[in-house]
């Protein structure tokens, strides 16, 4: 059986390579896409995943504006943050990294974003509009998931999806993303019985469970398709990589697979938005 892994990095390449003639036609009219990030806390993860993102920004010439606040901000001091991105011309994407501090609505925060620059697909309308079909940004890590898919031809259309988890930034929009391409899809979650079954079942498995090293190569049917979207402590994914590589025709490594693809992705949807003031 002929193997494949998904690389992540050289599909994050494709992506920014041909980020590179629409960032400079921008710019030729005056205008710098810009991301705007916003980090409450001190959460050491989430302070690396900002600076990832700035850093993907700077070296393809997105302007990125870092937004950090104390801990103890209120949920009304981040709507009121988030208002003033929302009104700031030169803004075209806001992304309001995850987890906040648990005093903090998070759905309330994540509501208050602009519809027109939710980069991440984090707004209800934003989910709404990827289940149904249309609108500009879907979540990233799912957009992220959907391009690996594409880069390889993998054919999805009648396929039998099973995606592992259902939160609403990656288990939920993933399964509506994979619908859309006509995959029959089963969204499990942590009531889920009999899980080992259904994931046999699958011609396509997406975790995105957040527990290392979860799904195990004895589940999986012979050949299936393996997309990890797991990123746990010590750079470990969601599926027990040893054991999924040698029962699945394809799989994506942790690092290098979904990670960087998500990145490519945010810098697309901030691009895409930027030229909606061009047009
Ligand atoms: P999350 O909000 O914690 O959701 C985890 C999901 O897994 C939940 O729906 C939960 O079910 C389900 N689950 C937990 N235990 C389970 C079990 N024993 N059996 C079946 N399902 C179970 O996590 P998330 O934000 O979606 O993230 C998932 C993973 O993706 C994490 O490893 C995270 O680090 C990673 N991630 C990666 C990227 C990237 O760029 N690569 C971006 C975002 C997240 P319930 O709904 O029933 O609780």
């Known amino acids: 059986m002929e193997k494949i892994i998904l690389d992540g990095n050289i599909v994050a390449q494709d992506i920014k390579e041909k980020l590179k003639g629409r960032i400079e036609a921008l710019k030729n009219n005056g205008i ?4 705007a990030t916003i980090l409450v806390g001190d959460n050491p993860s989430s302070e690396t995943y900002v600076k990832m993102k700035g850093n ?11 937004v950090h606040l104390p801990e103890e901000t209120t949920t009304k001091e981040l709507l009121e943050t988030i ?7 030169s803004v075209h994407g806001i ?6 501090p648990s005093h903090i609505d998070e759905r309330m925060a994540f509501e ?11 707004t209800s309308a934003g989910y709404g509009q990827t289940a149904l079909g249309f609108g500009n940004f879907p979540s990233c890590t799912p957009a ?3 391009e690996i898919i594409k880069y390889y031809k993998i ?7 099973v995606v592992v988890g259902r939160s609403p930034i990656l288990g939920k929009p993933v399964s509506a993303l994979l619908l859309n391409e006509n995959a029959t899809v089963t969204t499990c979650h942590s009531k889920t019985a009999n899980l080992p079954e259904i994931i046999k079942q699958a011609d396509l498995v997406v975790a995105a469970v957040g527990k290392p090293k979860f799904i195990q190569g004895s589940w999986l049917k012979e050949g299936a398709i393996v997309l990890d979207a797991g990123y746990n402590k010590g750079n470990i994914g969601d599926v027990d990589y040893e054991t999924c590589f040698t029962a ?5 490594p942790v690092p290098g697979g979904v990670g960087p693809v998500t990145i490519a992705t945010l810098l697309k949807h901030t691009v895409d938005s930027a030229e909606k003031n061009m047009f």
């Not at 699945?248 to 994506?252: D, E």
């Open 83 to 89: 208002k003033e991105l929302n009104e700031d011309a």
């Open 155 to 161: 054919s999805t259309e009648g396929k039998h999806a």
């Open 248 to 252: 699945a025709s394809a799989i994506t």
């Open 95 to 100: 992304l309001l990294q995850h987890p906040v």
């Open 32 to 35: 710098i896409p810009c991301l």
């Open 56 to 66: 993907a920004c700077k070296k393809l010439g997105i302007h990125s504006i870092r």
């Open 144 to 146: 992220a998931i959907m």
């Open 112 to 122: 208050a974003i602009d519809i027109q620059k939710d980069v991440d697909g984090v």
